[in-house]
Each structure stands twice: as structure tokens, then as C-alpha cells.
């Protein structure tokens, strides 16, 4: 019998922070999805960077390269392209994935960074309250109007949320009071706007269930939110994964016996300790003109500086970029910033390119491939991470110089303002979960790269339509009522 198929991105929840929350109790509902139902808990790389618009347009499109991070500088468009709430990713998004099979095609794509070739998008773009802009975006007002005139929702929401801000405040305070610093921007806002927007994408999903479409991707972000505000291992974020659980036991509840139920993760989050990487290097190259995509310029005026210097991070991984610079600088004119960088003790790996090969420095040294085995080693495995490392020194889009944090005491250096972070090797922040039937016999084993997931989630999707794999003109759903 024919199936339809829903996928729950669950962000930033490692696979080892899933099995924590399921060893300590924390999420029954997908635990009896393993124990009643024959689900797997499998393990996958994403791959690098270890970030959601590179990971979801892996898994969206089968295609990610030349997304080198969660915020980048496209030399040719003279653009600071980003996601979140500032995103502008719509003025380059004309140059990517062409050619590809969006996973969603005529389905429904909710609160992703992309549309995916969706029918509806049900209003909600990932973290960008604009809505209703694009082909095949209904108004949020749709979603929205219907969902706070149930004084169920309602209710549930007003109570959960105010229960979400006491406990973020007490957190917060508590984590002042024992010494630690979380991160205070993230706090105020994010943490309560990912609840509701976390409840609103629930609904989204039920409602685009009732409708049919099939697949239905949907993207959760609360949990990621709140990692990054007081770091993965934290009572609030473990917390967070109680509400993921309760959401995965009413869509699976939902499902009847018309869909099939997918939960997976992008990219896990790690521990990390804050370094302002702006200040440091405008104080160790004083002739340089130093710009971070927030915050002002530093180091030498705009009329005296040698070069100005743009720094976009991403947890532990940093792009430096010359600004001026129409196209990838090659190591042989980045050597010296390139030694100096390598010599801080924040930074484990430096990375720059050399004609078409890459160009590895550590401790002020360049390394042969037999010293980078053995500091890679310490991360993951070498040879994996080794290929994962030259894939994303291939894209145009990279750095002249790019950065990896080192650990320090058990936690990464960020060179963002946050208490958990991901981006960057090392740690679980590049192992992901996906939760599936054991009876669907996926084998993830060999999976380095969150692109390979296409073409199994896509050769599921058609498998449940019980239809040829490819090229099949049978639609995968009714028509939306
Ligand atoms: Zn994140």
C-alpha cells in the first residue's frame, strides 16, 4: 500500500545528544517510536561546514557545494550572504542548485532555508519572519489566524511559553551565578520566538498532513536556539528536547496509516568558549583594516590600511577574506597572515589554497599529509575528515584563510559570542542523527556528506508511493484540497 512520507529536521541535536536525552528519559515518545515501532537510531557525518544551510541544502537538493558556511563573502556579487533573520541569500540563490531534484518537489517545505521546489511552504521561512513573498508561499496569516483562534493552541502555547521565560531567566541567572556566560543576546529573544515559531511549524505540518501533501519537510529550531545560548550539555537544552518529543508524538499520532514518519538532524553542537577573532588580529596586524559581519571596523582607517580584511564565522570555523580581492586569494600572497594566524593558540587549523592544492598550517608551520593525519586524528577519522576538509577548500567561496578553533579545556574557541556552537571539526558537531524504520533497510554507514541523504530520502519517498524510482510521471500526491 502506498505511503506518504513526513521528515522532522530536528537542528543542532547530535546524535549523542539524543541518545543522552533517551538513556536520562527525556523523550519517550521517540523512544517507543524504537522500542513499538522497529525504528533505528543511525548515525551520519554532515560533512563540512557543519551548518544548517549547507547540511538542508545537502539533504533538500542533493547538492551543497560552494556554501562554505553559514555566512559568506561572494566575491563577484560583492555581497555578505547570510541566513537568519538578516538573510540575503535571495541575492545569490540564482546561482545555485541548478539541475538538481528537489527532495520536496511538489510537496510541502516548512521553515527551511530554501523552498526546494515545494508547493507550499505553509509561510514559514527558516528564522525570517517575512512571509508570502514567493511562488507557492501561502500568507502566514493562513497558518497563523486559524491556529491562535484555537483556544487550544492558544492556551498551550501562552502557558508554555511563559513556562519557557521563567525557566530561561532562572537559567540564565544561574548560570551567572556559577560562573558561566551564556550567551546574553541570544537569550532575551530567540529562545521564547523558537517556542512559538516551534508550535506554529506543528501545526503547519498537521494542517499540510490534513491537506496530503507528501513529502513534508519541516524544520525545528528551538533546541539549536538554546544550545547556543547556554551550550548543548545544558539543562535548558535538554529541556528543549522534551518539546521536540512531544511534537514527534503528535505527528506521529497523525500519521494514521497514510504517512511514514522520518526524524532526522543537520549537524550536532559542541561546548565552546567565545574569542573575539577581530580584536586579536587587528592587534597583531595593525596595518590591516579589519571587518566582521557584526560590530564595527577595527585596525587601520579606511585611507591608510594595506587591505581590509572581513572575517564571517561560524562557531568554530572563520573565513578571512580580502575584500578587495575579485576572486580566492592563493597562499603564496596570504603566507604571512596565514604563519601568524596559525601560531594563536585559539586556532588548531589553518587552511589556504595553493594553485589547486590545499595548504595546511599549524603552530606556525605548513604540515606534510602525515602531520595533518595525525592532528586530524584527534578530531575524527583522518582520512574522512581529510576529504571532507579539500571539499570545502574547493569552493570559490571559501576564505583566502580559513580557521578551526582549537579545544581549550574541553571546549572549542568560537568565534561567534556563544556558549555551545557547530561549524567547525571536531566533536559531535559532525555527527547527526536519523531515526527510520529498521524494515526500510537505509544503511548510513558510509555516509560523509549530508548530500548522500538525497538519494536515500528520495529513493524512500518513491519506494512508499510504491512507484518507480525515477522518472515516473504518477504524481506523488492528490491535489491540495
Ligand atoms: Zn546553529
Not at 58 to 67: F, P, R, T
Not at 139 to 149: H, R
Request: glycine fraction near 8%; charge should be positive.
Amino acid at each position: 500500500m502506498s505511503r506518504k512520507l513526513v521528515v522532522l529536521h530536528v537542528d543542532g541535536v547530535s546524535a549523542d545528544a539524543l541518545e543522552g536525552a533517551l538513556r536520562a528519559r527525556k523523550m519517550p515518545s521517540v523512544q517507543r517510536l524504537i522500542d513499538a515501532e522497529g525504528y533505528r537510531l543511525h548515525r551520519y557525518r554532515c560533512g563540512l561546514p557543519s551548518t544548517t544551510p549547507f547540511a538542508q541544502a545537502g539533504i533538500l537538493y542533493g547538492d551543497n557545494s560552494e556554501i562554505p558556511s553559514f555566512r559568506w563573502w561572494d566575491r563577484e556579487r560583492r555581497v555578505i550572504v547570510q541566513f537568519g533573520a538578516a538573510s540575503t541569500f535571495k541575492k545569490v540563490a540564482d546561482k545555485y542548485f541548478h539541475g538538481s531534484a528537489p527532495f520536496t518537489a511538489d510537496g510541502a517545505c516548512i521553515a527551511a532555508c530554501y523552498p526546494a521546489g515545494a508547493a507550499d511552504d505553509f509561510g514559514i521561512a527558516y528564522q525570517d519572519r517575512s512571509y508570502g513573498q514567493e511562488k507557492g508561499s501561502r500568507s502566514a496569516a493562513n497558518v497563523l489566524v486559524p491556529y491562535l483562534a484555537n483556544p487550544l493552541h492558544l492556551g498551550d502555547w501562552v502557558w508554555q511559553t511563559g513556562a519557557v521565560a521563567t525557566r530561561t531567566v532562572r537559567d540564565y541567572l544561574t548560570s551567572r551565578s556559577e560562573g558561566r556566560r551564556p550567551a546574553r543576546m541570544y537569550v532575551a529573544t530567540d529562545v521564547v520566538e523558537e517556542i512559538f515559531v516551534h508550535h506554529l511549524t506543528r501545526y503547519a505540518v498537521q494542517k499540510a498532513m490534513r491537506e496530503g501533501y507528501s513529502p513534508i519537510y519541516a524544520g525545528f529550531y528551538a533546541y539549536d536556539e538554546t544550545a547556543h545560548a547556554f551550550g548543548p550539555n545544558d539543562p535548558s537544552a535538554l529541556r528543549v528536547l522534551k518539546h521536540v518529543d512531544h511534537t514527534v508524538a503528535r505527528i506521529a499520532s497523525a500519521r494514521e496509516d497514510r504517512y511514514e514518519l522520518v526524524v532526522l538532524s543537520d549537524h550536532g553542537q559542541v561546548d565552546t568558549t567565545p574569542f573575539d577573532l577581530g580584536e586579536k588580529l587587528a592587534g597583531l596586524m595593525p596595518r590591516l583594516r579589519v571587518r566582521t559581519v557584526k560590530g564595527k571596523d577595527r585596525g587601520a582607517s579606511a585611507e591608510t590600511a594595506a587591505a581590509t580584511i572581513l572575517i564571517t564565522a561560524s562557531g568554530g570555523l572563520a573565513h578571512l577574506y580580502f575584500q578587495d580581492s575579485p576572486r580566492r586569494k592563493d597562499y603564496q600572497d596570504v603566507a604571512d597572515l596565514a604563519r601568524d594566524l596559525s601560531g594563536l593558540p585559539e586556532v588548531a587549523l589553518v587552511m589556504a589554497r595553493a594553485g589547486d592544492a590545499p595548504v595546511f598550517l599549524h603552530r606556525g608551520a605548513v604540515l606534510d599529509r602525515s602531520q595533518l593525519g595525525r592532528i586530524l586524528s584527534d578530531y575524527d577519522d583522518p582520512d574522512i575528515l581529510y576529504a571532507q576538509l579539500v571539499r570545502l577548500n574547493s569552493f570559490a567561496h571559501s576564505g583566502d584563510v580559513v580557521l578551526f578553533g582549537s579545544f581549550v579545556d574541553g571546549k572549542q574557541i568560537n568565534f561567534e559570542k556563544q556558549a555551545g556552537g557547530h561549524g567547525s571539526i571536531g566533536g559531535e558537531q559532525l555527527h547527526p542523527f536519523f531515526l527510520a524504520k529498521a524494515e526500510w533497510k537505509l544503511d548510513l554507514s558510509g555516509i560523509t556528506g549530508a548530500h548522500q541523504l538525497h538519494p536515500v530520502l528520495c529513493d524512500l519517498r518513491d519506494r512508499l508511493a510504491s512507484r518507480p524510482r525515477q522518472g515516473s510521471a504518477a504524481p506523488r500526491r492528490p491535489a491540495p484540497r
